[in-house]
């Protein structure tokens, strides 16, 4: 395992988590007002964010690593389709929603991926597998949207 392969991942899963935290800032207040129970596990996420992101920043420097706090492109052009795609939805709390679940489902795989490339180094791995433990969970949450209603 290369350290720089290591740092690479983690600076990936960095910006995958930067874009997590823009994606949340776009979800406006009044998609509470239908769903009350959400907001709670919502605010959590948003919480659970930073603290990935404190932490991936935490593991880039102790390798040594240039850090690359940025979002990333792809995640930029999704966050303008999704203001476009919602500018045109009839129902714009659930269009915002089931984009929240999109989200966190890629990041599940970014993060599911990060862990079975191989390039991540001990400590690492168990902080990306805690860290996806918790995307699973909020996923969970979000997931059956329909059911809440």
Not at 93 to 116: H, M, P, R, W
Request: aromatic share 6%; charged share 30%; net charge negative.
């Amino acid at each position: 395992m290369n350290n720089e392969n290591t740092v690479s991942v983690l600076n990936d899963l960095l910006n995958i988590t930067n874009d997590r935290i823009e994606g949340f800032s776009k979800v406006e207040d009044k998609v509470w007002d239908t769903h009350t129970g959400l907001k709670k596990d919502y605010d959590q996420m948003v919480s659970q964010s930073q603290t990935m992101k404190t932490d991936l920043i935490g593991l880039i420097r102790e390798r040594g690593g240039d850090v690359d706090n940025t979002a990333s492109m792809a995640g930029a052009l999704h966050r303008a389709w999704i203001d476009v795609k919602n500018s045109f939805a009839m129902d714009k709390d659930e269009s915002t929603l089931e984009n929240v679940v999109f989200g966190e489902n890629a990041a599940i795989k970014a993060y599911q991926d990060a862990l079975d490339s191989g390039d991540l180094c001990p400590e690492s791995s168990r902080v990306i597998s805690d860290h996806l433990h918790h995307l699973k969970s909020s996923y969970a949450k979000f997931e059956n949207l329909e059911e809440r209603k």
